[in-house]
């Protein structure tokens, strides 16, 4: 599988050892991960249970307003001092879906909307077994660019500290991919 490209960004595999593990019981990663995934992802990385902080919420998604997640995103990287933060979405999501929406609400509602409308034109020019996969890769992105709205993880991430990434995993086929930005598509 080699590099494929949609838009400002690409995607590429996911090797087990991207992030090296440290082999002991520190929690050096954030995992943020979304609830109806049915497959314990974070086994795709080889790193111990113990070297991740797990978050998971309807469509692994970054909320503005969303207490829990904000707390948690501000303590791992203030006070765990975490060196990466992953944002991991999957293909056949029910909730990050391009072709319907439905039950979901108030700003996970709009949030998806709103990504859904800005791209909707590029995804229309996709096969339409497309449509919501590279909407779930969509969703992941997006959810960086919340990340870099917190001051906390801006400085982190300005020091040399902290990393973001994106993650795609299928379970039909056990392969993750990563999303790569371009530059100017991080702002
Ligand atoms: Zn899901």
């Known amino acids: 599988m080699g590099k494929t490209r949609f838009g400002k ?4 595999p996911l090797n087990p ?3 090296p593990s440290l082999h002991e019981p520190t929690q050096q990663i954030l995992w943020i991960g979304c609830s109806d995934s049915g497959f314990q992802e974070t086994t795709i990385l080889d ?4 070297e991740m902080m797990v978050h998971r919420n309807i469509g692994n998604m970054i909320i503005e307003g969303d207490l829990s997640c904000e707390t948690t995103v501000k303590y791992a990287v203030t006070v765990l001092g975490v060196r990466h933060i992953v944002v991991c ?6 909730i990050v879906k391009a072709t319907s929406r439905d039950g979901l609400q108030g ?18 020019q996709l096969p339409e077994t497309e449509h919501d996969r590279t909407f779930v890769q969509l969703n992941v992105l997006d959810q960086l660019r919340s990340l870099r709205q917190f001051p906390e993880v801006v400085d982190a991430a ?3 500290n902290l990393q973001l990434h994106g993650i795609v995993y299928d379970t039909h086929t056990g392969e993750a991919s990563r999303l790569l930005e371009d530059v100017e598509a991080r702002i």
């Open 9 to 12: 960004f690409e995607t590429a």
């Open 17 to 19: 050892d991207f992030i």
């Open 47 to 50: 790193l111990l249970p113990d």
């Open 89 to 94: 979405g999957h293909y056949g999501c029910q």
């Open 107 to 124: 700003p996970w509602q709009s949030k998806l909307d709103s990504l859904h409308s800005t791209n909707k034109d590029a995804i229309s």
């Open 158 to 160: 300005k020091s040399g």
